[in-house]
């Protein structure tokens, strides 16, 4: 099994949510979150004063999913929540060792 984090920019979330629903994900965990990456934030302008907004707003989408569901679910990620532009995010993929299903104590791939 595989965690995969994917940092992507608010307004895209519906439609990275429709798309892996159509992979049949069965779940995923949405935190707002800010942060910069290579863009270092921007500057903006308020009531005449300047000043540098340093993190943007972004999402941080969790889910796990079997070995063999992780391509598919990277490449729908980047496909939904591409724009073109600085910023679109990062996508990560980490271990996971074991999952237990609370209510029914499932362990595995079957507690997905």
Do not use: C, W
Request: proline residues 2%; without cysteine; hydrophobic residues 40%.
């Amino acid at each position: 099994m595989k965690l995969i984090e994917a940092i992507i920019k608010p307004f895209k979330l519906d439609e990275v949510k429709e798309a892996l629903s159509q992979l049949e994900v069965q779940g995923i965990t949405v935190t707002e979150v800010k942060g910069f990456g290579r863009q270092k934030g921007h500057t903006e302008l308020y009531r005449g004063a300047e000043y540098v907004v340093d993190f943007l707003p972004k999402l941080k989408l969790e889910i796990v999913v079997a070995d063999d569901m992780v391509e598919r679910v990277i490449e729908t990620i980047q496909n939904a929540a591409k724009t073109g532009r600085i910023g679109d995010g990062k996508i990560f993929v980490l271990n996971v060792s074991d999952a237990i299903r609370i209510r029914t104590g499932e362990k595995g791939d079957s507690a997905l």
